[in-house]
């Protein structure tokens, strides 16, 4: 990633302060923009991670959105979740879209409208620029979105898109990987969560969103079901993310 990439996607938060209400929340939510929060991996098609935020009635040039996706307790990720492009799975099999599909366009508009943007995008190992207290072998999932011309206001009534990242899983299998053939561990229990998410007022300001308090779960189980709030491990990562 070049300097002005990371310029943008470091700098763009730097000196948030947390703020609620009409500045909205952020919401992650599995294949579809305004599902339930319910998640089965499966090695038959695509899983599809959706951002989004609601209660914003703010005016805004720019946002981010940045994930941390690995296991808790190990601070791992197994074969079938590097997206990455040292990989198993490469990538080519990870789709990132700061636009929604045309088919929920209208239930969950872009955020930044039909404004001309400049968005830096991907899926990576954890680099040695990010702070020292998240672990390098997890896997870094961000989006960087500017738009000088701005939006001026938003509807806190509507839901927005802010990313998607689509994660083509026809090469997982639980167990072990063949190398060139299959990627493992997909019965391994992960979990995404945001270390950065806010946007950038007209004159620059940045925003934290608040967030809902739990992670999302990646689970293989005999049928898809809601993610319980559970008491994380997460916190191995001494020091981690917080507002």
Request: net charge negative; hydrophobic share 40%.
């Amino acid at each position: 990633m070049g300097h002005r990439q990371f310029a943008l996607i470091a700098g763009l938060l730097a000196i948030a302060t947390p703020v609620q209400g009409a500045h909205g929340t952020l919401e992650l939510r599995w294949n579809s923009c305004d599902g339930p929060i319910e998640h089965c991996a499966t090695a038959e098609g695509p899983n599809t991670l959706y951002a989004s935020v609601i209660g914003i009635d703010q005016p805004h040039r720019g946002y981010e959105v940045q994930l941390i996706l690995g296991d808790p307790t190990t601070l791992t990720v197994p074969d079938a979740w590097r997206f990455d492009g040292t990989g198993c799975q490469g990538s080519d099999a990870v789709q990132v879209d700061h636009l929604p599909p045309a088919d929920l366009a209208t239930a969950c508009p872009a955020f930044q409208g039909t404004a001309f943007s400049e968005v830096y995008k991907g899926v990576q190992l954890v680099p040695d620029y990010l702070p020292p207290q998240y672990a390098r072998t997890l896997l870094w999932l961000f989006l960087a979105n500017q738009y000088p011309s701005g939006q001026p206001a938003a509807d806190p009534a509507k839901r927005y898109h802010l990313v998607r990242f689509v994660f083509g899983h026809s090469r997982s299998v639980s167990g072990a990987s063949t190398p060139g053939v299959a990627c493992g561990g997909l019965e391994t229990a992960l979990q995404f969560r945001a270390i950065a998410a806010g946007y950038l007022d007209p004159v620059g300001n940045e925003h934290y969103w608040s967030q809902e308090p739990n992670p999302l779960t990646s689970e293989v189980r005999g049928a898809c079901v809601p993610v319980a709030a559970v008491n994380s491990t997460w916190g191995a990562i001494k020091g981690q993310y917080r507002r």
